[in-house]
Structure formats: structure tokens, C-alpha cells
């Protein structure tokens, strides 16, 4: 059955009556990091499309009126809008949010961008993310938010990767939350993968590691809207915000650049980011922060150039490439350093060459007929390769295990017989201590 394994450790804003109209906004401590009143002088999204691979969000959030846009639920029971808790709604919200009245609410990083909400799970709760991928492509959307995470994979996570690499789409997925490697589909060839740090710069300790982590953006304590079992906000970390931000950024350089490709706009964020300290020697990208910490503003106003199609991006595994060039293009090379990594141009697969550039043509009985054996033998892998992927099993009993909802939140139409968050955490994944915080709008 499709779970609900957290990247978001969450925590209701307990509300006090002398709680000053104004609090929840103070307390998004990302907006004063990344200076968004001047990165909104620039640009605020132009309405560009973000889709939401998540649980769904509450379009009836007054600080999310008039962002959310018709979605999808392969299931058909209308899970892409969801009420109550919703970690999808926080996403959102740390997205496209606009606050309301004077100065009140959350303010998103990106609030002229539209939300294209596409729940995570399929019929039988099997994992539907590379389903959603698509959707979002053939339905507008320019970026494509995926704050959610297993340690399973999904065989064709790939081919929808690259189907969205080649209608010019960016991925951003997360990291994950318990410390260790990096989780599908934020590792697949071709995502953005993203971490979080806290406050002061550093990477939150159960951000998850290793060679595809591309950037780092705040994602400890980040107040947004959407309830953590009641209210209208909440304050949560994990590398979901963190993710959201991405985006959002991704957005802003896709309003502002509309003629880069979606590698492009990723060479953008990453030439742009802040580097870390003490990184291992010294090289990016690092395992912890990529190439480090997101700067919407500076993506925004630096001279960087266009680059390569392909920019910092793999080429998704079996797939053609990046951009809107058929056939992919190699990655910029002044995109990465030498590090290993999946930003890294010598970790992304060659792309194929034709066959006459590369195998001799003058060629004895003997061995022509030893060609013929390997090409005999090559076609009836590949056809077998082709079935297999046909026949995957996407996301069954036992497959991948999306991964979206705070602690504290019940996962969307929970099982009978199946442990509410709270009463049982997750294995892997233990639950932040908890944090109070006043809040005006408690119960509206």
C-alpha cells in the first residue's frame, strides 16, 4: 500500500490570543536568507507552471487562493485537492504562496507561479510518480516538484525522466531524511536531487548524502501553510522545503530566462549557489551539499552563460538526453568539477555514436561472422530488456513507498489496522522534537 514515510518532521503552530497578526510570516526565516522581497523586484514567476507529485493540496488556503490549477489523480477519486492536513498544501505554499491581508500568512518564494497538484499514489496504492511525470509534461508544466522519496526504486522512473528532459522539463526531487543515501527517484540519472541546511548555513544532520546530491536550500524550522493535525500552519524540516525552494528558484529563472533549456536553468542555480565551508577538500560538488546552497537572487542577476542544452544534468539512463535537442547533448563541461557525481559530465553515460564511427568495416569471414553473432546476440537482450520494462511491476505491495507526510500527519485515506504517525514512527526516520510556536490563525 502506498505509505507515507516522512521528509518532513512537522509541528502545529499552537496559537496564543496576543499573537501579533504578522507572527507566522516573521517566523519564515528563508525569506530573509534569500532576500525575497528583491528577488520578487525581479520577477515572481510569471506564471510558469510547477507541478506537485504529492498528497494533494487545500486550494481553499486563503494564502493559496487563485494558484492552484485543475490536477490529476490516477486514481480518479480527486486526491490531487486535499483538505485538512496536507503535506502537498505546505509545499505549495513554500512555492506559490501569497499571504493575505496586510502582510499576513506564508509568502512563497514564487507566489505568480501556478500549482499543477498530481497525487503520488495509483489504483492499489502503487507508486504513480513516473505516471504524474508525464502528466505534468503533456499538461504545461515547466518544473516539476517531487518532495517525496523511497528506498525502493521504480524501473521506469527512467524513461519518464527522460521523456521529461526532452520536452525541456526540470525535475527536483528530495534528498530524503534519515541520513543516509540519496532516495528514488531523487537519485535516478537526470533530477535535480536536493538537501537541506538549517539557520546557520549547515547541512541538517538527517539530510541524505552521496554523489547525486546537486544543491542544499533551508529546510529546518520552515513555517508554511497547511495544518500538522489542526490549524492553518505549521513548522516543519526535512529536505521537502528545502525541494520546494528548488523549484520555486527554477521558476523564477524560467520567468525570467524563457529561452534556456531545463539544464540550463539548473547550470543557473548551481553556478549561482553559495559555496559551503569546509567541504572535502575543497571540491563540488560535495556529497552533502552539491554545489551548494541555493541563491534565487543571484541566479537571478549573475553573469552566467547559457551553457550546453544539457547543462550539470545526467542523461537519464536508457533515455536520449537533455533538453529540447532530440538525441541529448553532452553535459556543459564548466558546469561541474571532476568529482564523481551526478552533476558531474564524466558520471553521465556516452551518447551513442553511429555504428560505422566506431567498428571497422574491413572485416575476413571469420570475422564477420563473429559480428554477426555479438549483433544476434545484442538484439535479443535489448528485446529483453524492452519486455521487462514493459512489465514492471510499478510501485505493488512491497514496491516503492512515497514518502510526503510531517510527522504527526496521517498519511491520505489511511488503512484500517495501518500505525498513525505519532504513535509509531517510521523505521529510519525518528521524529524531530517538538516545537511550539504561537500562532494568530489557529482554527481558521
Same mark, same amino acid.
Given at each position: 500500500?502506498?505509505?507515507?514515510?516522512?521528509?518532513?518532521?512537522?509541528?502545529?503552530?499552537?496559537?496564543?490570543?496576543?499573537?501579533?497578526?504578522d507572527q507566522v510570516r516573521d517566523g519564515?526565516?528563508?525569506?530573509?536568507?534569500?532576500?525575497?522581497? $528583491?528577488?520578487?523586484? &525581479?520577477? /515572481? %514567476? @510569471?506564471?510558469?507552471?510547477?507541478?506537485? +507529485?504529492?498528497? #494533494? =493540496?487545500?486550494?481553499?488556503?486563503?494564502?493559496?487562493?487563485?494558484?492552484?490549477?485543475?490536477?490529476?489523480?490516477?486514481?480518479?477519486?480527486?486526491?490531487?485537492?486535499?483538505?485538512?492536513?496536507?503535506?502537498?498544501?505546505s509545499m505549495a505554499a513554500d512555492i506559490?504562496?501569497?499571504?493575505?491581508?496586510?502582510?499576513?500568512?506564508?509568502?512563497?518564494?514564487?507566489?505568480?507561479? $501556478?500549482?499543477?497538484? &498530481?497525487? /503520488? %499514489? @495509483?489504483?492499489?496504492?502503487?507508486?504513480? +510518480?513516473?505516471? #504524474? =511525470?508525464?502528466?505534468?509534461?503533456?499538461?504545461?508544466?515547466?518544473?516539476?516538484?517531487?518532495?517525496?522519496?523511497?528506498?525502493?526504486?521504480?524501473?521506469?522512473?527512467?524513461?519518464?525522466?527522460?521523456?521529461?528532459?526532452?520536452?525541456?522539463?526540470?525535475?527536483?526531487?528530495?534528498?530524503?531524511?534519515?541520513?543516509?543515501?540519496?532516495?528514488?527517484?531523487?537519485?535516478?540519472?537526470?533530477?535535480?536531487?536536493?538537501?537541506?541546511?538549517?539557520?546557520?548555513?549547515k547541512i541538517w544532520s538527517d539530510s541524505?548524502?552521496?554523489?547525486?546530491?546537486?544543491?542544499?536550500?533551508?529546510?529546518?524550522?520552515?513555517?508554511?501553510?497547511?495544518?500538522?493535525?489542526?490549524?492553518?500552519?505549521?513548522?516543519?524540516?526535512?529536505?521537502?522545503?528545502?525541494?520546494?525552494?528548488?523549484?520555486?528558484?527554477?521558476?523564477?529563472?524560467?520567468?525570467?530566462?524563457?529561452?534556456?533549456?531545463?539544464?540550463?536553468?539548473?547550470?543557473?542555480?548551481?553556478?549561482?549557489?553559495?559555496?559551503?565551508?569546509?567541504?572535502?577538500?575543497?571540491?563540488?560538488?560535495?556529497?552533502?551539499?552539491?554545489?551548494?546552497?541555493?541563491?534565487?537572487?543571484?541566479?537571478?542577476?549573475?553573469?552566467?552563460?547559457?551553457?550546453?542544452?544539457?547543462?550539470?544534468?545526467?542523461?537519464?539512463?536508457?533515455?536520449?538526453?537533455?533538453?529540447?535537442?532530440?538525441?541529448?547533448?553532452?553535459?556543459?563541461?564548466?558546469?561541474?568539477?571532476?568529482?564523481?557525481?551526478?552533476?558531474?559530465?564524466?558520471?553521465?553515460?556516452?551518447?551513442?555514436?553511429?555504428?560505422?564511427?566506431?567498428?571497422?568495416?574491413?572485416?575476413?569471414?571469420?570475422?564477420?561472422?563473429?559480428?554477426?553473432?555479438?549483433?544476434?546476440?545484442?538484439?535479443?537482450?535489448?528485446?529483453?530488456?524492452?519486455?521487462?520494462?514493459?512489465?514492471?511491476?510499478?510501485?505493488?505491495?512491497?514496491?516503492?513507498?512515497?514518502?510526503?507526510?510531517?510527522?504527526?500527519?496521517?498519511?491520505?485515506?489511511?488503512?484500517?489496522?495501518?500505525?498513525?504517525?505519532?504513535?509509531?514512527?517510521?523505521?529510519?526516520?525518528?521524529?524531530?522534537?517538538?516545537?511550539?510556536?504561537?500562532?494568530?490563525?489557529?482554527?481558521?
Open positions: 500500500m502506498l505509505g507515507a514515510t516522512t521528509l518532513t518532521a512537522g509541528f502545529l503552530l499552537a496559537g496564543l490570543p496576543t499573537a501579533s497578526a519564515q526565516w528563508a525569506n530573509e536568507y534569500f532576500g525575497t522581497a $528583491k528577488v520578487q523586484s &525581479i520577477t /515572481k %514567476g @510569471g506564471d510558469i507552471i510547477v507541478a506537485l +507529485i504529492d498528497d #494533494g =493540496v487545500d486550494d481553499s488556503h486563503p494564502d493559496l487562493s487563485g494558484q492552484i490549477l485543475p490536477g490529476f489523480d490516477p486514481g480518479g477519486q480527486g486526491r490531487e485537492r486535499a483538505s485538512g492536513d496536507s503535506h502537498g498544501t506559490a504562496a501569497h499571504g493575505h491581508g496586510d502582510g499576513a500568512g506564508v509568502l512563497g518564494l514564487a507566489p505568480g507561479v $501556478k500549482i499543477l497538484p &498530481i497525487y /503520488k %499514489g @495509483g489504483p492499489g496504492g502503487r507508486d504513480a +510518480i513516473p505516471e #504524474g =511525470v508525464k502528466w505534468a509534461v503533456d499538461n504545461g508544466a515547466k518544473v516539476i516538484n517531487i518532495s517525496q522519496g523511497s528506498r525502493s526504486t521504480n524501473s521506469v522512473m527512467a524513461d519518464a525522466v527522460d521523456y521529461a528532459l526532452q520536452h525541456d522539463v526540470l525535475i527536483v526531487a528530495s534528498t530524503g531524511n534519515d541520513g543516509a543515501a540519496v532516495d528514488y527517484p531523487a537519485n535516478v540519472p537526470g533530477v535535480l536531487a536536493v538537501g537541506a541546511v538549517d539557520k546557520n548555513r541524505n548524502y552521496g554523489p547525486e546530491v546537486m544543491l542544499t536550500a533551508p529546510g529546518v524550522d520552515i513555517v508554511s501553510a497547511g495544518g500538522c493535525g489542526g490549524g492553518s500552519y505549521c513548522k516543519s524540516s526535512g529536505t521537502s522545503d528545502a525541494t520546494a525552494f528548488v523549484s520555486a528558484a527554477a521558476a523564477l529563472v524560467r520567468a525570467k530566462f524563457p529561452k534556456l533549456t531545463a539544464g540550463q536553468v539548473a547550470n543557473r542555480l548551481i553556478k549561482s549557489a553559495l559555496a559551503p565551508s569546509g567541504t572535502a577538500g575543497g571540491k563540488l560538488p560535495d556529497s552533502h551539499y552539491g554545489y551548494g546552497i541555493l541563491r534565487p537572487y543571484e541566479a537571478l542577476t549573475m553573469d552566467i552563460p547559457a551553457g550546453s542544452p544539457q547543462g550539470p544534468l545526467a542523461k537519464a539512463a536508457g533515455g536520449t538526453g537533455s533538453g529540447s535537442t532530440a538525441g541529448g547533448s553532452t553535459p556543459d563541461p564548466e558546469a561541474s568539477p571532476s568529482t564523481p557525481g551526478l552533476g558531474d559530465p564524466g558520471a553521465a553515460p556516452e551518447l551513442s555514436q553511429p555504428s560505422q564511427s566506431v567498428t571497422p568495416l574491413i572485416l575476413g569471414a571469420v570475422g564477420g561472422a563473429v559480428v554477426l553473432l555479438v549483433v544476434i546476440i545484442a538484439i535479443v537482450v535489448a528485446n529483453s530488456r524492452r519486455r521487462n520494462r514493459a512489465q514492471a511491476l510499478v510501485g505493488q505491495p512491497g514496491g516503492p513507498v512515497p514518502y510526503g507526510a510531517p510527522q504527526g500527519w496521517p498519511p491520505a485515506q489511511q488503512q484500517p489496522g495501518t500505525p498513525q504517525y505519532g504513535q509509531q514512527p517510521p523505521p529510519g526516520y525518528p521524529p524531530q522534537p517538538p516545537t511550539s510556536y504561537q500562532n494568530p490563525y489557529q482554527g481558521q
